[in-house]
């Protein structure tokens, strides 16, 4: 497939067709394979002068890895990483149809624009033209373009790190997205958050057991019963709020530059700080607590009958460094007559804030934007940081941030792009972006 783009246009200006042949290839995950993106990145980077590896978890589900040499041979690997796979999308529902990578306005329009073939994009840009000029990174980069991020990584990077470690030797941190993105304060200041933290994930399965029988007649061991009580109470629940340190730092530098109130020692004030700091309550508003959210019910199949089982899904999500706590207290809710298991559960993350690493973050982006300042902040959900943030390659276990470097229009209701109707990224941010990662991966 031949990209779209003239380069001769912008500078990076092979982003934008990057950006637009990956849209227009279907990844919808679980519905298309990754297979063709694969093929197409891979194609991409031999075109560069590397040797791109592809790897099939199965047939169709393909991730590519490949390592570009740095100028420093003593020192440890960097992981740049994003994903293929994006979540499904309706036609119908959107502006554009969302696999045809419209540029109207000034923005690429399509299902992962945003989340995040935009990154896998600009990893392409960057380091074709790094290599085109005959540069080095300062360190060995590994880049990983996986399968299977939006479904938990089984098939992606779940897949390598258990099969294929050794593609990852010598790494001690790892880059990859939900993090990067301005928030303008006024022209003369703009936060860039980073994501330092992410929260764990814990999908459960409930389970009520009780004595079947006719609907007719009186029960007082009734599965469905015992399971909406204890799923009402898990609903209900107000978890309290309980600032861990990557949140204290956030809430700490916005609100001071927003002029709002807050004290870091009281926690009961965080909620109403955020409910003041604008857009960035949606990034912020789920890391104050832990999180239990029942998504589904089932039991029963005749209205007649009083079943032996019910179930229910719960989307839990534990704070770092909280998990003995998150589950103690969920499990009192549950009460005695409610069994749970996990259907997917991934850990929780807290990286370090104050490391050269995102000093070089800070220092690429005040290049390009004077105005920038950087903030860390915990995801609530996760990315595929989580599978290799287990990961010990010799340097210690790698170490996983989010830094998807986007200087965006205060207007844009960024957050709403991520898994969103009419995803879009603007092409300005896009060549923002090629510049500073290619500045941080001459430095970092």
Known sequence: MTSTADPEEVPYGEVVGFLRDLIRIDTSNPVKPERPAAEYVAEKLAEAGLEPRIFESEPG?????????????????????????????????????????????????????????????????????????????????????????????????????????????????????????????????RFYLIETAQKGLAWMRLQARGQA????????????????????????????????????????????????DFDPKDPASARAAVAKIGPLARFIGATLQHTANPTKLEAGYKVNVIPERAFAEIDGR????????????????????????????DIALEAPFEVPLVEKMMASLQAEDPAARIVPYCLSAGTDNKTFGV??????????????????????????????????????????????????????
């Open 61 to 189: 589900r393909a991730s590519v890895v490949a390592r570009i040499e740095g100028s420093d041979p003593s020192a440890d690997a960097l992981l740049l990483h994003g994903h293929l796979d994006v979540v499904p999308a309706d036609p119908a529902d959107w502006t554009f149809d969302p696999f045809a990578a419209e540029v109207r306005d000034g923005m690429v329009w399509g299902r992962g624009a945003v989340d995040m073939k935009d990154m896998d994009a600009m990893m392409l840009a960057v380091t074709r033209r790094m290599l085109r000029e005959g540069r080095k990174p300062r360190r060995d980069v590994v880049l990983a373009f996986l399968a299977d991020e939006e479904a938990g990584g089984n098939h992606g990077a779940k897949f390598l790190a258990k099969e294929h470690p050794d593609l990852f030797d010598g790494v001690s941190e790892a880059v990859s997205e939900v993090g990067g993105y301005s928030y303008e304060v006024s022209p003369e200041l």
């Open 318 to 345: 534990f704070l770092p460094g909280l998990e003995q706590e998150y589950f103690a207290e969920l499990d009192k809710l549950l009460g005695p007559d409610v069994t749970r298991e996990f259907s997917h559960y």
């Open 213 to 260: 029988g006719h609907g007719s007649m009186i029960n007082d061991d009734n599965a469905v019963t015992a399971l909406a009580e204890a799923v009402a109470r898990i609903g209900r629940h107000d978890w309290p709020v309980t600032l861990t340190p990557t949140v204290t730092t956030f809430l700490t530098e916005v609100t001071e530059a927003l002029g709002v």
């Open 391 to 444: 990961m010990d390659m010799g340097r210690g276990v790698i170490r996983g941030y989010g830094f998807v470097p986007l200087k965006l229009d205060p207007s844009l209701d960024f957050a709403a792009m991520f898994h969103g109707v009419d995803e879009r990224v603007p092409l300005d941010a896009l060549e923002f972006g090629s510049k500073v990662l290619d500045r941080f991966l001459t430095v970092a």
